[in-house]
């Protein structure tokens, strides 16, 4: 592989070439890394909605021609100047945001919001020089979000790389790098169950697919609101199934889904939910219901949707004293949070995060780990493969509801 570094890649590329078109495999010409940049072969990357969601540019300004993708597993091809921690050959997850290791936030505990390298959704370019790393015939083609792993070879800069385990399957762990690690994280490390607790997991509200894109980002989706069509049933469930993975994790001994559609919990089981509320078999508030089924209220909550009446219900559904609510989901911009401060002054605790606290580099690792020590399933979220050259097929399976998460397989 280190004989092609220094060097321009031809290769295969799955371009967006405007709005809602399906991809075109293109050859494109991947230009070498520069400053700080790494050089990576996708082997295998994943279809995540918010993928589907800047493709269908929609509530958000078109740029095009671009190559999207996010969920991914490579392997160092070749670095540029300054790269250090990583060499050809290094097997990695590209990440959407990014730790640069030396801002505030990098060298904070608390926080992953680095400063230099947090998502930019709008930024089709790389940061050392303000240019596009592929081209065809000389055109620049757009990158998405610092990652575009829908190309054979894609340029990303070195703080949004997680160097993994080289055991680890490729084929499973990419889909570490987006939506299963925000669930997890947003359970594990901000939530917090203690063994033997209860959790409720919440995809209520009336959220469309244009919902805000970090509201898709943080979970990758919005489980169960009133929307029933395939898409929606199929996003919504994404979510929640990741944060209840979080919750059996962590040891809860209920797990309690709200949903909108009963007919999600047969599936929602598989993922360690225990009980289902839908708020629709009730004359009362949803929140009351909770309090009564758990004797005053759940030790925590997740809300997935970016509603404001989901997130208001997640957290006044958590029990005094020592209930935390964590919200996953961002409201409209115009919206507001309503609810008592006797709330807060009965030791309720509002929580929210970003990637489900998890620092790229320092911490992905880690959670590679739990696969690899069967502490974490993946296949479950993994229903499809197919080839990249049918790469169009992902998009079909997804806008139609039929699965989770599609692999697309770089090679053969």
Wanted: neutral net charge.
């Amino acid at each position: 592989m280190s004989s092609t570094a220094g060097q321009v890649i031809r290769c295969k590329a799955a371009v967006a070439w405007d709005a809602g078109k399906p991809l075109v495999m293109e050859e494109v010409e991947v230009a070498p890394p520069q400053a700080m940049e790494v050089r990576l072969k996708i082997l295998f990357t994943s279809l995540c909605h918010t993928d589907v969601y800047f493709w269908e540019a929609k509530g958000q300004a078109p740029l095009f021609p671009r190559i999207f993708g996010h969920e991914a597993g490579g392997i160092v091809e070749s670095v540029g100047e300054g790269v250090t921690d990583l060499k050809p050959g290094d097997h990695v997850l590209p990440v959407f945001t990014g730790e640069c290791k030396e801002c505030r936030h990098c060298k904070s505990e608390e926080s992953n919001m680095c400063d230099l390298l947090r998502i930019n959704t709008d930024r089709g370019v790389m940061l050392n020089d303000g240019k596009s790393r592929f081209s065809i015939r000389g055109q620049p083609i757009y990158h998405f979000v610092g990652t575009s792993t829908f190309s054979e070879y894609t340029v990303v800069h070195v703080g949004c790389l997680a160097k993994i385990n080289p055991a680890a399957p490729l084929d499973k762990v990419c889909v570490l790098s987006c939506g299963i690690s925000t669930g997890l994280g947003a359970t594990l490390n901000v939530a917090k169950p203690k063994k033997g607790s209860s959790v409720a997991i919440f995809g209520l509200g009336a959220v469309g697919l244009a919902v805000s894109f970090f509201s898709i980002i943080r979970l990758a989706s919005n489980f169960p609101i009133q929307n029933v069509d395939a898409e929606a049933k199929l996003v919504r469930f994404v979510s929640i199934s990741q944060a209840a993975e979080g919750a059996r994790i962590a040891g809860a001994s209920r797990i309690i889904g709200v949903d909108l559609n009963s007919n999600r919990f047969n599936e929602a089981k598989k993922f360690g939910v225990t009980e289902f509320v839908n708020p629709k078999d009730y004359k009362k508030p949803v929140q009351e219901v909770i309090a009564e089924m758990t004797n005053g209220g759940v030790d925590r909550s997740v809300e997935c949707t970016g509603s404001i009446n989901a997130m208001i219900s997640a957290f006044e559904c958590v029990h005094d004293g020592w209930g935390v609510a964590v919200l996953v989901g961002v409201p409209n911009k115009d919206d507001s949070f309503k609810t008592h401060p006797m709330n807060f002054l009965n030791e309720k605790t509002l929580k929210g995060t970003f990637f489900g606290n998890y620092k790229p580099r320092s911490d992905i690792p880690s959670v590679v780990e739990k696969y690899m020590n069967k502490e974490l399933e993946l296949e479950k979220f993994i229903t499809h493969e197919v080839p990249f050259s049918e790469i169009n097929k992902a998009f079909d399976y997804m806008l139609s509801g039929e699965g989770l998460r599609c692999i697309i397989r770089m090679e053969g």
